[in-house]
């Protein structure tokens, strides 16, 4: 297992975090899973023998158990150096206050995770959606105070656009608050719109990335072909709706290029849209999740694979974003004058 700096900061985590979104089966995460202590305790198990460090929950994830979960696995005797992040934004309850990212919010959902996670300290501390109601400064000073407090070690932001992040570190930066050391976004062969604002940032702020749903709510795995129904037992048979496909025809075209380098390195497609991930230049680390203990050990085996720059061009050249404005006029005109945040964009459209 390889471990990366999580962005500017000194802490390494291993190139796969453990996602635990199927920890709890409560509410709208029945869909995604319902493990409950002693088959979490397996998943957790293999994943820390694996040599991944960190593991990322939510207080949103079954309305609380999937910490509660965690913290019963984990509480007490956390493997040395095993780390935590969980997140906090969503609504935890009827009232007007139990949402958001106030001060007033963010100081007791980070507290509840606290007892629920059985810790002293959360590692990685994350807000996980925008909040267009709370003064980002009132936000950003809650997040340092946590800090201030020992409750939290660093803190990160997760779905944010390109000019909600830039708003955010430059308020760290006139009251000198502790800045977001990480993004975590959703980020896929099918779904690379981060590649116009958000990969350019983490380079150029020295931003960790982590990435949600890598395989694309499971239509990467190679499970979901073009012209069948979603197998049983899936996401998608479920109903679930995450990310939305805008090109169905695209899709199948990447799930069809998967299933074939696969098959030719004798490896599943699921590790192949993994490895190509955990090779580009700003991903720190990808979330890997299951049900089952064989998902898992399939995911982790996508730390060994490498890809070749051959396999790397045939998945470009069938997910290659377009170059939207003002992206088209900057390579049309100043290519000469591109920087390495730049090239995370319009590299593959320059070697074309």
């Known amino acids: 297992m390889e471990y990366r700096s999580l962005g500017r900061s000194g802490l390494k985590i291993s190139t796969l975090t453990m996602g635990t979104m199927t920890f709890g089966g409560v509410g709208w995460a029945k ?7 002693s088959e979490a305790r397996k998943m957790i198990d293999m994943c ?3 040599g991944i460090n960190l593991l990322d929950t939510a207080n949103a994830y079954s309305s609380g158990e999937c910490e509660n979960i965690i913290g019963e696995v984990l509480g007490g005797k956390r493997p040395q150096g095993v780390l935590l992040a969980t997140k906090a934004r969503f609504s935890m309850g009827d009232g007007p206050n139990d949402q958001g990212l106030s001060r007033y919010h963010l100081i007791r959902e980070c507290e509840a995770s606290l007892k629920r996670l059985k810790t002293d300290v959360i590692d990685l501390y994350q807000v996980h ?4 109601q709370t003064p980002l400064e009132e936000t950003m000073e809650a997040l340092d105070t946590l800090i201030k407090q020992g409750k939290v070690r660093y803190v990160g932001c997760s779905n944010y656009s390109g000019w909600h992040i830039m708003k955010a570190l430059g308020i760290a930066n006139e009251h000198r ?3 977001f050391v990480s993004q975590q976004i959703h980020y896929t ?8 604002e958000l990969l350019p940032i983490a380079i150029d702020q020295g931003l ?8 694309a709510g499971g239509l990467l795995s190679g499970k979901h072909r073009r012209n069948q129904a979603a197998p049983e037992g899936t996401r998608q048979f479920a109903g679930w709706t995450e990310p939305p496909i805008r090109d169905e025809n695209r899709l199948w075209n990447i799930v069809e290029t998967l299933v074939a ?3 030719e390195r004798g490896v599943s497609a699921a590790q192949v849209a993994l490895a190509w991930l955990i090779g580009r230049k700003a991903v720190t680390s990808v979330i890997i999740g299951g049900r089952t203990e064989a998902q898992f050990r399939d995911n982790i085996a996508a730390a060994e694979l490498k890809l070749t720059d051959e396999e790397r061009k045939r998945l470009d050249a069938v ?7 003002p992206y088209w006029h900057q390579l049309n005109t100043v290519s000469d004058r591109l920087g390495e945040a730049d090239l995370e964009l319009f590299g593959p459209h320059i070697q074309q």
């Open 177 to 179: 608050y502790q800045r």
């Open 48 to 50: 820390i023998d694996a």
């Open 189 to 196: 062969l099918e779904a690379r719109d981060a590649e116009y």
């Open 31 to 37: 869909t995604v899973g319902d493990l409950g202590v």
């Open 129 to 132: 959606e925008w909040d267009g």
């Open 319 to 325: 997910s290659l974003p377009p170059v939207i404005y």
């Open 208 to 215: 960790g990335v982590l990435v949600w749903s890598p395989l």
């Open 261 to 263: 380098i696969g098959a």
